[in-house]
């Protein structure tokens, strides 16, 4: 699997808008861009994938750059519920009958404050 | 529906000891993926499991096993148990997946297992 990078952590204000950022620039065509977050004292929750268009779901919005080396998840209005650790995974679905072994890096500690 | 199960959660043990953990996953889920989480290395893959068979293995060494029963439920079993196994366990459940399909993988709250 392809390598990402991630600031180590970011601050935000309650009710305003996050971007944490991502970089892949080794990224293969196939590659799907999975975020997945970890709040405290519990085990990860699966947030958001893309492949190149834009995705919106009920949590958060996923931005991939034109040449899809980069990324950024968006959440519209941060909560402190928000504060946990991000980790940007990246999986090729070519493989789709292994799924299981999510390569995570150090991810973005997201701190949120009232 | 009730979320990925995880027993016991707390566990201490001595060195040379051995450790079985239990997962049950989500119903329906047939495929298991078991993680080591520590503060040095962070979360690394163990091993998956569908249909009762191993199908991918992480970098640990052979005293980590695992095994899945035929109701999807998994365990694993550390031997020979080190201060470095210290960590926190999680189990993950999905989904089969299908080539050119992903589907999430759910995650259980994890076993914290201390090793003195």
């Known amino acids: 699997d392809a390598k990402t990078t991630q600031p180590n952590s970011m601050e935000s204000n309650e009710e305003e808008p996050v971007h944490l950022p991502c970089n892949h620039s080794?990224?293969?065509?196939?590659?799907?861009i999975h975020w997945y977050r970890q709040l405290p004292s519990q085990g990860p929750e699966y947030v958001i994938h893309g492949l190149t268009s834009n995705v919106n779901n009920r949590m958060a919005s996923l931005a991939i750059a034109e040449d899809r080396k980069s990324s950024t998840l968006i959440l519209h209005r941060a909560t402190l519920r928000d504060a946990a650790v991000y980790y940007c995974?990246?999986?090729?679905?070519?493989?789709?009958?292994?799924?299981?072994?999510?390569?995570f890096g150090k991810g973005t500690k997201l701190s949120v404050k009232p | 529906k009730a979320g990925v199960t995880q027993t016991p959660r707390y566990l201490i043990k001595t060195r040379g000891q051995q450790v079985t953990l239990s997962c049950s996953p989500i119903?329906?889920?047939?495929?298991v993926s078991w993680y080591q989480q520590t503060p040095g290395q962070g979360l690394q893959f163990l091993f998956e499991y569908f249909s009762e068979t191993q199908r991918n293995k992480g970098n640990f060494p052979g005293r980590f096993s695992g095994r899945q029963f035929s109701n999807s439920r998994s365990e694993m079993n550390v031997s020979t148990l080190e201060l470095g196994d210290s960590a926190l366990y999680l189990c993950?459940?999905?989904?089969?997946?299908?080539?050119?399909?992903?589907?999430?993988?759910?995650f259980g709250p994890g076993t914290r297992l201390t090793v003195l």
């Open positions: 119903s329906g889920h047939r495929s």
């Open positions: 080794t990224i293969s065509g196939t590659d799907y």
């Open positions: 995974i990246l999986r090729d679905p070519r493989y789709g009958g292994s799924q299981g072994n999510l390569i």
């Open positions: 993950a459940s999905s989904l089969p997946g299908t080539s050119g399909n992903y589907n999430e993988q759910f």
